[in-house]
């Protein structure tokens, strides 16, 4: 299908829970990305992956979070360690290579709001 | 590093109106810029995209245009409806990576 799917919408976990956010890209899409979105909107870059391989993780707090993308399986972001300050929605999006000259934008999923009580 | 800022914070008007949303970029070493929409809740919704060797991009009552060297895009909405009432996002692309403003809180009232 031509949407991102991302799993589940709603998550409530305890602190110091884990927590685990599945994304679904669309297929044919070489790049998916995480954001995490706070208070006023505020979007935040997490990570992204070229395919399997990492391609930037400038904005993960690495102490407590991960994630992958593997062949054939939705990529995960996963929360180990929840913290109160980790309640936000997760956004994953997806998108083409470019070709010479084009450069194709990125497609969201309806996100994942976590809260952490 | 690349900042966005988006011009107004919040904006109301009457239905039928004509109105601007504007971005500016600190960087213009773009890919591209994309504009999206946010309902009360749900995810993003992509509106236009313009790539960096354009100027503009239109859909239907939307004009977005673009101007890479003063690192500035406006979004053109004419004849507002309730129904576009939204936060409206713009984005830009540089590196594989996508940097959001903070939105402009649009209200159009009946």
């Known amino acids: 299908g031509e949407e991102v799917a991302q799993t589940p919408k709603h998550l409530v976990r305890g602190e110091g829970q884990k927590a685990k956010l599945y994304c679904a890209p669309i297929k044919g899409h070489s790049y998916v990305f995480w954001y995490q979105q706070v208070l006023k909107n505020e979007f935040k870059f997490l990570i992204s992956?070229?395919?399997?391989?990492?391609?930037?993780e400038t904005g993960m707090p690495k102490e407590r979070f991960s994630a992958k993308c593997l062949p054939n399986s939705p990529c995960s972001l996963e929360i180990q360690a929840t913290k109160l300050e980790d309640s936000a929605v997760y956004f994953c999006a997806s998108s083409q290579s470019g070709t010479a000259g084009i450069d194709y934008g990125y497609t969201f999923g309806s996100g994942t709001r976590l809260t952490v009580v | 590093k690349q900042e966005v800022t988006q011009i107004p914070a919040a904006l109301s008007v009457p239905e039928g109106e004509n109105l601007v949303l504007n971005c500016s970029f600190t960087?213009?070493?773009?890919?591209?810029l994309q504009w999206f929409r946010q309902d009360p809740g749900k995810g993003l919704t992509s509106l236009l995209l313009i790539q960096s060797s354009q100027r503009e991009q239109t859909s239907g009552r939307l004009n977005a245009s673009l101007d890479k060297s003063s690192g500035r895009s406006t979004l053109y909405i004419a004849a507002s409806q309730p129904g576009d009432s939204a936060t409206y996002l713009c984005a830009v692309r540089g590196a594989q990576k996508l940097v959001f403003g903070q939105g402009t809180r649009l209200t159009i009232n009946p």
């Open positions: 960087d213009s070493a773009i890919y591209n």
């Open positions: 992956f070229q395919n399997e391989n990492v391609f930037d």
